[in-house]
T-cell receptor, first 109, second 114 residues
């Protein structure tokens, strides 16, 4: 069982829909990261959060430390949001980072 | 400011050969991390270097090695290539942080082992 689990693995939605991607982890972490990977491989960091909620434009990330769960929300989704979204967490015990398998999002125009 | 560059971008090797990949970080960045990405395992951390010293290492066999030079450029080497080493190898740099959320990623080197 992967220590960082993402769901869903694949998601197709219509433009304008509200999107939620979930990430659950079983290890102790100090912060959780959300990354976006576009076709072609380029990865950019979206959020790094250790508590509460962060917002950037149409993207919102939340984390519940007690429940070991984080969500990434996209409001008013757009085809340009189509990408793979990956959550990642550095483990407290050895600082090694572990990644979820990613959620492939496809927004239809 | 130029981004992280990786060379080569694509590479085809044969089982048993060895390969060296190169990463040039953003100017002024002293931390360089390497990651392997495969369809089955997703992203996995290989190692991180800071000021020419390996600061952390993932759970990969000794065939995977790396180094960092005084100008912060980094190389990773894979010896005795196996089919399972086919992957996208990504390098990321930061000023000093080992946290992925503070790193800037390169475009990757796609390695195919036949």
């Amino acid at each position: 069982k992967n220590e960082v689990e993402q769901s869903p693995q694949n998601l197709t939605a219509q433009e304008g829909e509200f999107i939620t991607i979930n990430c659950s982890y079983s290890v102790g972490i100090s912060a959780l990261h959300w990354l976006q990977q576009h076709p072609g491989g380029g990865i950019v960091s979206l959020f790094m959060l250790s508590s509460g909620k962060k917002k950037h434009g149409r993207l919102i990330a939340t984390i519940n430390i007690q429940e070991k769960h984080s969500s990434l929300h996209i409001t008013a989704s757009h085809p340009r949001d189509s990408a793979v979204y990956i959550c990642a967490a550095p483990q407290n015990r050895d600082d090694k980072i572990i990644f979820g398998k990613g959620t492939r999002l496809h927004i239809l125009p | 400011k130029a981004g992280v560059t990786q060379t080569p971008r694509y590479l085809i090797k044969t089982r048993g050969q060895q390969v060296t990949l190169s990463c040039s970080p953003i100017s002024g960045h002293r931390s360089v991390s390497w990651y392997q990405q495969t369809p089955g395992q997703g992203l996995q951390f290989l190692f991180e270097y800071f000021s020419e010293t390996q600061r952390n290492k993932g759970n990969f066999p000794g065939r995977f090695s790396g180094r960092q030079f005084s100008n912060s450029r980094s190389e990773m080497n894979v010896s005795t290539l196996e089919l399972g080493d086919s992957a996208l190898y990504l390098c990321a740099s930061s000023l000093a942080s080992r946290y992925v959320g503070e790193q800037y990623f390169g475009p990757g080197t796609r390695l195919t082992v036949t």
